[in-house]
């Protein structure tokens, strides 16, 4: 295997951006499928910004969530040649991370200690926020204070909601995959994901609206 892939802090990518995405991914893997060691390579340090920042949200715990990166993009590298549809990448690593974070949640007892946020922030079940510093040169000073408000809110409000409900909210909502594909990846029916979806929505915008 190449050398090993680290962790990386990047802004997610726009929703709109899913399908232009996946596309991304199954031109890399098709040629990786080829024998083009470069687009391996490619696709293996693409894969890594989704793969480690859905383990935090599943494992809970930074030192399984990295254990679990790196168990997928280690199955990514042995069995890119066996991955039948290109074009459903992202889902087939998805999957692929969470069942690595269950096999490691085995080991604990619980709920995890830690929920890290979508933009890198770690807030602990208490509700205290231990943001990490990135700054934004292009920001003023009071828009950098507003947009951390609003993120830490909006971690509280997800810290709210079921494992298994932030769980569709993140793959719907952020990282723009289908309801077909949430629903492979979660293992439940399209209409589960549909009714869980809607009510995560709704709680969300209570909490947020909220005095």
Known sequence: MPA????????NPGVSRAGSRDTDYA?????????NQAAMERLLMKSQEIAYRFSLLVCGHADDADDAM????????????QIKDPGAFRTWLYRTVKNACLISRRRRVGEPARLHSLDGDSLSLDGVSQPLELEDPG?????????????RALDRALLSLPPESRLIVFLREV?????RDVAAVVGISEANV?????????SLRERLEAP
């Open 70 to 81: 790196q168990e997928a993009l280690l199955k990514t590298y042995r069995h890119a040649a």
């Open 175 to 179: 990282e723009g995959l289908s309801t």
């Open 139 to 151: 920001r003023r000073p009071d828009q950098v204070l507003e947009n951390t408000r609003l993120r």
């Open 194 to 202: 549909k009714t869980r979806l809607h009510r995560a929505r709704l």
């Open 27 to 35: 031109a890399l893997l098709r040629a990786a499928q080829a024998g």
């Open 4 to 11: 090993t892939v680290t962790k990386q802090a990047h802004a």
